[in-house]
């Protein structure tokens, strides 16, 4: 079966990853194949991996050529992943880079994300639930750097190349390679990563609720923002980003159809509304922070997608009557002129 849709960021466009809603709301499990290409197997410390080729490039840099990065190592001083290596390079997986940085962020995590590597003379074994995969040593190198996750990494460099191994382990495992890790979303990383199937989250929860619980116990969670346009399932009416929404975005540096690694909740420390607690997020490209931290409201009303290995929460379409909760400060200004503009183009939440 295959699934795609003009916005590949909001509907994963290899259904080897995925589950349907409908499928995943009935409890079924749809059967996930890994064909890509591989090259024989070899013994590690944990029995057979498969060997696998090179995955192919993706589309938007198929110029990028296969370098073994001298000298480097799969972890930094610290001997286990840490987030800042978790760092998107030129290819459209922020939700796979999320994930990876916010399994970082806890020291059990972490090595629990650590304990899958294993480095051998000629590899770097992978160990995924059921299925060990070892790599070449090599990356898709740009401009003397790694193009894609771990393009942080410079000749010299103390930084791990682990999340650019991942990357490429998981790209191998498919016949598309680095093409079919283009748009998706994070719970499908855990999935894969730990071995489950995400289920919805219960109904009558909100993006904050399903943070806080998966924080609680302390699993990473990352979280989806609402595209500026999009299409949320093939066949569905566009749903435009609103005007409040916009104004959040524009006050605290996030940006649109991006995926972010939740870092913590914490009280804001100033204002008005000092105190109150706001979600800080961390976004993969280059590991900058927005501008702040989030409150309750803002978070609720940009946040699409909620994943974590808890569940994950599908909010594009459940979106009306979600700017009544932002504070005056980001609602639309109450003029006839604004108010006939957000009307034409406000679409936020509709469809059937």
């Known amino acids: 079966m295959r699934l795609d849709s003009a916005s590949p960021v909001d509907w994963d466009r290899d259904a080897r990853m995925a589950l349907t809603i409908s499928e995943l709301r009935s409890g079924a499990a749809l059967a996930i194949e890994h064909a890509g290409p591989t090259s024989g197997t070899i013994t590690t410390s944990r029995g057979i991996a498969r060997v696998l080729e090179n995955p192919r490039l993706p589309d938007i840099h198929p110029e990028a050529v296969w370098t073994t990065p001298v000298g480097a190592k799969l972890f930094g001083p610290t001997g286990l992943p840490v987030t800042a290596e978790a760092d998107k390079g030129a290819m459209g997986d922020c939700y796979a880079i999320a994930a990876f940085g916010s399994m970082t962020m806890r020291e059990a995590n972490a090595r629990q994300l650590g304990g ?59 016949p598309e390679g680095y093409q079919s890790l283009v748009g998706g979303q994070a719970r499908y990383v855990y999935d894969i990563l730990g071995g489950t199937t995400s289920l919805p989250r ?10 806080r619980a998966a924080l609680a116990q302390g699993l990473p969670v990352s979280v989806g923002i609402q595209p500026y346009e999009s299409v949320a399932r093939p066949g569905l009416p566009v749903i435009r980003m609103s005007v409040g929404q916009e104004n959040i975005l524009k006050a605290t540096g996030l940006v649109g159809n991006h995926y972010y690694a939740v870092d913590r909740i914490e ?48 909010y594009m379409r459940t979106g009306i009557g979600r700017e009544a909760l932002l504070s005056p400060a980001f609602k639309p200004p109450e003029t006839a002129e604004a108010r006939a503009a957000a009307a034409a183009r406000d679409t936020f939440g509709t469809g059937a």
């Not at 190349?161 to 990357?167: C, D, P, R």
């Open 116 to 174: 899958l590597f294993e480095e051998t003379a000629q590899h770097y074994v992978v160990h995924l639930p059921g299925d060990s995969v070892a790599v070449t040593k090599d990356l898709p190198f740009l401009d003397g750097h790694p193009a894609f996750a771990s393009q942080g990494w410079r000749p010299g460099s103390t930084q791990g190349i682990w999340s650019g191994v991942l990357e490429k382990a998981l790209a191998a495992r498919e």
């Open 202 to 211: 219960p109904s009558g929860s909100t993006p904050i609720d399903d943070v």
């Open 267 to 314: 009280p804001r420390s100033y204002g008005m509304r000092k105190g109150l607690d706001t979600v800080v997020l961390r976004n993969p490209v280059n590991g900058t922070q927005p501008k702040e931290g989030l409150l309750a409201d803002e978070f609720n009303a940009v946040v699409t997608d909620t994943d974590s290995p808890l569940g994950y929460g599908d």
